[in-house]
């Protein structure tokens, strides 16, 4: 996509060889990427980092531990937001209704809860932070915009079921009652 940049995925079976050893030296190195394409670009000129809280292309591939926390901190220094791509983890897929809450996505600021500063899911949903939410509130600002399907009645009346069988099957409890032996069988 024009005007993207991208950096190394988070992917450890595929960490550099001096990184292949050490699980969380791979997950700040590659924060660290991160942090290198915002200074050459410009952080005056970067927006936003879009990432999935469990990496979809090549597989469903974790992040490395204290991915997410380097990756918050170097959002916040150059005040760049973090997006959260939820389009595949959410809706109790990792167990949490976001993806973001299973990998303990952390917040902008100690008094807010974890998460990033706005995520998308597929019904054309948009989760943002009261920071992003400050010029919306006064009723004077919009954005035009259009999702597929965003505000179809059929689509928000599946949705609306689907999350009542969430809570009546207990399906997110199900999911962590059986993540232990799912992941022993990896």
């Known amino acids: 996509m024009p005007g993207t940049i991208r950096v190394p995925n988070t992917d450890f079976y595929r960490a550099p060889d001096h990184l292949s050893a050490d699980e969380k030296a791979?997950?700040?190195?590659?924060?660290?990427?991160?942090e290198e394409a915002i200074l050459a670009e410009g952080a005056d000129s970067v927006a936003a980092v879009f990432?999935?809280?469990?990496q979809n292309?090549?597989?469903s591939i974790p992040p490395p531990p204290g991915y997410f926390e380097r990756l918050r901190e170097i959002c916040d220094s150059y005040d760049v937001l973090l997006v959260s791509d939820e389009v595949i983890c959410a809706y109790g897929r990792l167990g949490t209704m976001f993806g973001c809450a299973e990998v303990r996505l952390p917040a902008r600021h100690h008094h807010q809860r974890e998460g990033p500063d706005f995520g998308y899911a597929a019904l054309?949903?948009?989760?943002?932070?009261?920071?992003?939410?400050?010029?919306?509130?006064k009723g004077t600002t919009s954005v035009l915009h259009g999702y597929t399907f965003g505000g179809h009645p059929v689509a928000c009346a599946a949705a609306?079921?689907?999350?009542?069988?969430?809570?009546?099957?207990?399906?997110?409890?199900?999911?962590?009652?059986?993540?232990?032996?799912?992941?022993?069988?990896?």
Request: glycine content about 10%; overall charge negative.
């Open 124 to 137: 054309g949903a948009a989760i943002i932070s009261d920071r992003i939410f400050e010029p919306f509130s």
């Open 57 to 59: 292309a090549g597989g």
């Open 51 to 54: 990432v999935e809280p469990v």
């Open 160 to 186: 609306l079921a689907n999350l009542d069988l969430f809570q009546k099957e207990d399906l997110l409890g199900n999911v962590r009652g059986n993540e232990n032996a799912f992941r022993a069988t990896l």
């Open 26 to 34: 791979f997950g700040l190195w590659a924060a660290n990427r991160v």
